[in-house]
């Protein structure tokens, strides 16, 4: 007998509001459908009536765990447009605070993927290693997530000399707890058999269902934008691209645990090899034309596309964002797989659904495509209207007035 | 709090004791949240004052609300609201929670929180420190 199960949209375990359908017949998932956009604001739209540098600060709150890849990418992106080249020291910062970046992300995975299967001393500790990072994000930027580093021609803030050996420190203290941490999950019986052999992705699988970042990787498929498309200054430094084979979750944890040992690699070398000099050079003014920026964001590949119409707000800007782009690899992973583990494989793609929200309107039947901004507010108010109706009895709904 | 939730003493001695708290995105940028997170990990640690984030708004006390209110939120946020046992407190978690912050003026905004549900406390910051949920928190408690 087939029964659905609904996860969400709002679950205790998860931090973000998205729906999960697991179709389950007995013990086993046959069939999986996903559903999103509670979280949908409409960042798209908004940005087209920003000017460049604000809509900077726009991307940069599309996901608060990669708020830098974003506007890395969108730099990138307007870069690519306008035919600017950054100064090299900027380059290196940028690096610096991807890279720093890389390691609070993956450390806050480790937590929720420990908190996910009920072990909460592996969430304690990777978020008690994750704090270090974030006070050193606060020593450099000011703030402890969301940190405007980054700007069109440049970066915002320098790395100062006096904060090098504050970085140099944390991190150094940082590896040991590190290589720690990989050998106490990996000699743990408990967590091998808890993640070995669950959610497996093929290689044929990761590549038919497009998927990016570690979790490609964890199947064997080598790509890394840092490598392959060079952006910022990893062109110039020494590291390695991680990639295992079994395609799960193990895998996954893996490469995430070991991409950190290489980004603390990155970023000893950035610090050394800085040079000094200016942080952001004069931007033109943005020709008509269109632009393509990536970056390796911790959860793979984040694309913008702007096209720009010759006046200082981005005529259209598009995001791919990783998370999008992994979820749909869940139909080959969870088919199969028993109902205790379905929340250990929604967070091996550690996705993130902030950057995953979309809205389509259907009109008698078909997709209306393109819509402008008077139909994107008719369809907001008509919603709301209906919303009003629908609540006018509850209480707190006569509040929507 | 709104005032058709009176204090009586007991009420007021119920929920000053670790308050345990309820969070709901509706539509934010996900920082907020793990900032709300971070307050509960070793080096904050509001666990030790009681304060725990539970699955159910039937046993919550205080409700963290972050985001915009979306469209598609906005339903849930009612059901919520309406799902937790009176008196409550009601936090407004992060600049959007408070005015919508940067995403003001989207398609797909009804917020601000206090639009829709009475609120008693406002956190701004995008986002704001853990610090200053806790302070937050203990302001909230202090109004009881
Ligand atoms: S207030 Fe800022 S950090 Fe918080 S959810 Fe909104 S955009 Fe994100």
Redesign the interface.
């Known amino acids: 007998m087939r029964t659905t199960i609904p996860i969400g949209p709002y679950h205790p375990l998860l931090e973000e509001p998205e729906l999960f359908r697991v179709v389950v017949e007995g013990e086993r998932i046959v069939d999986i459908d996903w559903r999103t956009s509670w979280n949908h604001r409409g960042i798209e739209k908004i940005a087209e009536s920003k000017t460049y540098e604000q809509a900077l600060f726009l991307v940069e709150r599309i996901c608060g765990i990669c708020s830098t890849s974003h506007p890395i990418a969108f730099c990138n992106a307007v870069e690519d447009l306008a035919d600017i080249e950054i100064p090299d020291r900027a380059k290196y910062i940028r690096t610096i605070v991807a890279e720093l970046e890389r390691i609070h992300s993956h450390l806050l995975w480790l937590g929720l993927a420990g908190h996910y299967i009920g072990y909460h001393t592996v969430w304690m500790w990777a978020w008690r290693y994750r704090e270090p990072i974030c006070e050193l994000f606060e020593i450099i930027s000011g703030n402890r997530q969301s940190y405007a580093m980054m700007k069109i021609g440049g970066v915002r803030q320098d790395i100062k000399e006096e904060t090098i050996p504050i970085i140099m420190k944390t991190i150094n203290e940082l590896e040991p707890k590190i290589h720690m941490f990989a050998d106490a999950i990996l000699d743990d019986p408990v967590m091998l058999a808890r993640l070995r052999n669950v959610g497996k992705l093929s290689k044929e699988d990761a590549i038919n269902w497009c998927t990016v970042g570690p979790v490609a990787r964890s199947a064997g498929v080598d790509i890394d934008i840092r490598r392959d498309y060079p952006y910022a200054s990893y062109d110039r430094v020494e590291w390695k691209v991680i990639t295992q084979v079994d395609g799960d979750v193990l895998a996954v944890a893996v490469v995430r645990l070991l991409e950190i040992l290489e980004s603390i690699k990155i970023i000893r070398q950035c610090l050394e090899k800085m040079p000094p000099g200016p942080l952001q050079v004069e931007v033109p003014e943005i020709p008509v034309g269109e632009g393509i920026g990536v970056e390796e964001a911790p959860r793979g590949e984040c694309f913008h596309y702007v096209q720009s119409d010759g006046t200082n707000c981005p005529y259209r800007l598009k995001i791919r964002a990783p998370s999008y782009v992994n979820i749909p690899c869940f139909r080959s992973r969870f088919i199969g797989e028993r109902i205790s583990d379905i929340l250990l494989i929604l967070a091996s793609v550690d996705p993130c659904y902030c950057c995953t929200n979309r809205t389509i309107k259907i009109d008698n039947g078909k997709v209306k495509s393109t819509m402008t901004d008077k139909d994107l507010l008719e369809l907001s108010w008509k919603e709301t209207e209906q919303l009003r109706e629908h609540y006018k009895g509850y209480p707190g709904g006569g509040l929507l007035e | 709090m709104s005032d058709n939730h009176k204090l009586t003493d007991m009420s007021r001695w119920g929920l000053k004791k670790s308050p345990w708290a309820f ?13 709300l ?2 307050a509960l ?3 904050f640690d509001v666990e030790r004052f009681g304060i725990l984030l ?3 708004p039937r046993h919550a006390d205080i409700l963290f609300v972050t ?2 209110v ?7 946020l ?1 059901h ?3 799902q937790i046992a009176k008196p409550c407190l009601v936090i407004a978690l992060g600049t959007c929670a408070c005015t919508g ?3 003001d ?6 917020g601000p929180v206090d ?4 609120v008693d406390v406002y956190i701004p910051g ?2 704001p ?1 853990p610090e200053a949920i806790i302070s937050g928190v203990v302001k909230a408690l202090a109004k009881i």
Do not use: M
């Open positions: 969070h709901l995105s509706t539509g934010s940028c996900n920082n907020c949240d793990i900032e997170l971070d990990t070793p080096r539970v699955g159910s985001g915009i979306t469209v598609q939120a906005l339903p849930r009612i919520v609201y309406n912050g940067i995403f003026g989207s398609y797909h905004q009804i639009k829709i549900i009475p995008c986002p420190k």
